[in-house]
Every structure is written in structure tokens, then in C-alpha cells.
């Protein structure tokens, strides 16, 4: 059982480039979350997703956006990479909250 | 928005020493949640609190939730260096359908051998 997997694991942008990061589950949780901790603030809500097909905006979803076609799969999608994407990007699924191990992410 | 409030932010002591952490709020959650998190990895949920003066323990580690529901505590007895990692509150809102977390900013325990 792989629990949330998110790929991949570290990836270097440059500012202006495109990029979409990877997350399935294998949990069948209807509930998907994409989080992003930057160095003492904890975690920011991007996106959620209540099922396939519904999706909704969490505190700070500038500059990104999602889909959800199936159960298993919540991409987070960057348009335009900027240095203030630099983070390191978690999803997660519910109930209660299984996390992936992350996406740590660099925009220079 | 909800606010947690998690202090202190960084926490380092020695073994064998008692620890506390605390995490506030002017908001009233449906659960608090308490997870650890270590370099390279996600967090990973310790306990889950839901009623009010509810007190949960996890081997050396004891939670508490306020009698309001707006704030928790952790406490962990004799620390170990296997408990160094980052400790993370997170306040549930399950209302209106959905299931969202607020996080507090987290505290960052060393446990020194």
C-alpha cells in the first residue's frame, strides 16, 4: 500500500517555465489537499478537492491551478514559475490527513 | 481566517528534560490535530482531539484540548532524542461539507543526547 505519492521529489525551474507536480493515492480518499510550507510559516493551503471533478481554491492558489479527472490523481499545475514558488509543495489526503513525502522546488 | 498560534517556535533541551508546547486560537475547531514531521518527509498525524478537556496520551507524549475547543497542549515526559523533529498543530473545520486544516507555524524540538 503506497499511501500518497508525489513526484517528483526535487525540481530546479527557471522564472517563466512551466511544470506540473504529481500526486496519486491508492487510498480511494475523496478528500485531496495541496499544501506549501515555507521555512517557519507551516502550511498554506493551495487547492482542494472533495472528489473527482470538484475542486476549490485554499488560502493561497495564485499562480497555480488543478484538476481532478480521477479519484487517484490531484495535479498541481505552474504556469509561470517566480522565485516566490520557491517552497516545498505537500499533498495530502483524508481521512485524516495522509501526507506525501514532497516536491521541494526552486524557481531561479 | 482561522489563526493558530503555536509556541515556542524553536525548543531545544536535553534528554530526560519535560517539554511543553502550546497551541492557541480565538477560533473554535470542530478537532485539533497534533502531527510530526521530520527532515525530507511529510508530517505524520500523532492524535486527533475532538471534545472539549478531552486528554489523549501516546506513550510519553500527553495531549489536551481546551474546554473551549480553541486551543491544545502537548506535553512529552523524559524527552528522548528520537522525539527531535517538527511539531505542527492543525485546528479542523468540517462544517459546510468540506474538511479543512489550519496549521500553526509549527515548533521545532531538539532533543540533545
Known amino acids: 500500500n503506497a499511501g500518497v505519492t508525489q513526484t517528483p521529489k526535487f525540481r530546479i525551474l527557471k522564472i517563466g517555465q512551466s511544470m506540473t507536480l504529481q500526486c496519486t493515492q491508492d487510498m480511494n480518499h475523496n478528500y485531496m489537499y495541496w499544501y506549501r510550507q515555507d521555512p517557519g510559516m507551516g502550511l498554506k493551503l493551495i487547492y482542494y478537492s472533495v472528489g473527482a471533478g470538484i475542486t476549490d481554491k485554499g488560502e493561497v492558489p495564485n499562480g497555480y491551478n488543478v484538476s481532478r479527472s480521477t479519484t487517484e490523481d490531484f495535479p498541481l499545475r505552474l504556469e509561470l514559475a517566480a522565485p516566490s514558488q520557491t517552497s516545498v509543495y505537500f499533498c495530502?489526503?483524508?481521512?485524516?490527513?495522509?501526507f506525501g513525502n514532497g516536491t521541494r522546488l526552486t524557481v531561479t | 481566517t482561522q489563526l493558530l498560534e503555536q509556541s515556542p517556535q524553536f525548543l531545544s533541551i536535553q534528554e530526560g528534560e519535560n517539554l511543553t508546547v502550546y497551541c492557541n486560537s480565538s477560533s473554535v475547531f470542530s478537532s485539533l490535530q497534533w502531527y510530526r514531521q521530520e527532515p525530507g518527509e511529510g508530517p505524520v498525524l500523532l492524535v486527533t482531539?475532538?471534545?472539549?478537556?478531552e486528554v489523549k496520551k501516546l506513550k510519553r507524549l500527553t495531549f489536551q484540548f481546551g474546554d473551549a475547543r480553541k486551543d491544545s497542549s502537548l506535553h512529552i515526559t523524559a524527552a528522548q532524542p528520537g522525539d527531535t523533529g517538527l511539531y505542527l498543530c492543525a485546528g479542523v473545520d468540517s462544517g459546510a461539507g468540506s474538511y479543512q486544516l489550519t496549521f500553526g507555524k509549527g515548533t521545532k524540538l531538539s532533543v540533545i543526547p
Open positions: 482531539v475532538v471534545t472539549g478537556g
Open positions: 495530502a489526503s483524508r481521512p485524516p490527513l495522509h
